[in-house]
């Protein structure tokens, strides 16, 4: 059932200036919420079937001092222009145009060579680390699906806006290309999270020892996702709802 439609509204902010907030209606919310969420514009205001769309906007409203406080605490987002950094599993690369008209993304060292038009610089690197967390991705998951006596199926990686990766019950399992951007460990940690739930497709005490098997430590890179996810999503184009 397709519960949700989403909309963007602009919001007065104190001093002036005005931001976008995502609008949700929800047939399940039974209040107006107003919350921090990853995507952008990185503020969502919820609301409830029988409220007025008007009604939750005043409210919203009345919460700009919060919305723009919230907004301020968010990491700065980076975009994929020549000269800007990533974080990388191997360290941080710094993006480098070279002239050509043949499309191309290598790296070289701490250097992510981009060549092209212009225009195209963006999606080139998009693409590159989309297969460069599949290189990375791949073996492992294989190597821990061996280990477990299971087979992986398919591997998809994609941009998830709240999951790092996932294992569908018919055994595909998805991971969000920005785990190349966390270091190795946390990276290894969800490979073996999702391969473990080919397993055992829960988060009960089989589940978890199954992961044991598989990683060294869990806690971690956990704790990491926690306290860094937020500033992995902000790089690349900005995610449009
Ligand atoms: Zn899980």
């Given at each position: 059932?397709?519960?949700t439609?989403?909309?963007?509204?602009?919001?007065?902010?104190?001093?002036?200036r005005?931001?976008?907030?995502?609008?949700?209606?929800?047939?399940?919310?039974?209040?107006?919420?107003?919350?921090?969420?990853?995507?952008?514009?990185g503020?969502?205001?919820?609301?409830?079937?029988?409220?007025?769309?008007?009604?939750?906007?005043?409210?919203?409203?009345?919460?700009?001092?919060?919305?723009?406080?919230?907004?301020?605490?968010?990491?700065?987002?980076?975009?994929?222009?020549?000269g800007?950094?990533?974080p990388?599993?191997?360290?941080?690369?710094?993006?480098?145009?070279?002239?050509?008209?043949?499309?191309?993304?290598?790296?070289?060292?701490?250097?992510?060579?981009?060549?092209?038009?212009?225009?195209?610089?963006?999606?080139?690197?998009?693409?590159?680390?989309?297969e460069?967390?599949?290189?990375?991705?791949?073996?492992?998951?294989?190597?821990?699906?061996?280990?477990?006596?299971?087979?992986?199926?398919?591997?998809?990686?994609?941009?998830p806006?709240?999951?790092?990766?996932?294992?569908?019950?018919?055994?595909?399992?998805s991971f969000?290309?920005?785990?190349?951007?966390?270091p190795?460990?946390?990276?290894?940690?969800?490979?073996a999270?999702?391969?473990?739930?080919?397993?055992?497709?829960?988060?009960?005490?089989?589940?978890?020892?199954?992961?044991d098997?598989?990683?060294?430590?869990?806690?971690?890179?956990?704790?990491?996702?926690?306290?860094?996810?937020?500033?992995?999503?902000?790089?690349?184009?900005?995610?449009?709802?």
């Open positions: 059932m397709l519960e439609t989403h909309q963007s509204h602009v919001l007065d902010l104190p001093g002036g005005a931001t976008n907030i995502a609008v949700r209606r929800s047939n399940r919310a039974r209040r107006i919420i107003l919350r921090v969420v990853e995507t952008e514009p503020i969502e205001l919820v609301v409830p079937k029988r409220v007025a769309l008007r009604e939750a906007l005043e409210f919203a409203g009345e919460k700009s001092a919060w919305v723009a406080a919230r907004l301020a605490e968010r990491p700065p987002s980076v975009a994929f222009v020549p800007a950094l990533l990388h599993i191997s360290g941080e690369l710094t993006l480098v145009p070279r002239a050509g008209t043949v499309r191309d993304a290598e790296r070289t060292g701490a250097l992510l060579v981009i060549t092209g038009p212009e225009h195209a610089f963006s999606a080139s690197v998009g693409r590159w680390l989309i460069d967390a599949r290189a990375a991705i791949r073996p492992q998951a294989n190597r821990m699906a061996r280990e477990i006596g299971h087979k992986l199926r398919r591997i998809r990686i994609g941009d806006a709240t999951r790092w990766g996932s294992c569908s019950s018919t055994g595909t399992l969000s290309w920005r785990l190349v951007m966390a190795a460990e946390v990276l290894e940690y969800v490979v999270h999702e391969v473990a739930h080919l397993a055992e497709l829960n988060h009960g005490k089989r589940f978890w020892s199954t992961v098997l598989l990683v060294d430590d869990t806690a971690a890179p956990r704790q990491w996702l926690r306290t860094n996810g937020a500033k992995l999503r902000r790089y690349g184009e900005p995610r449009a709802r």
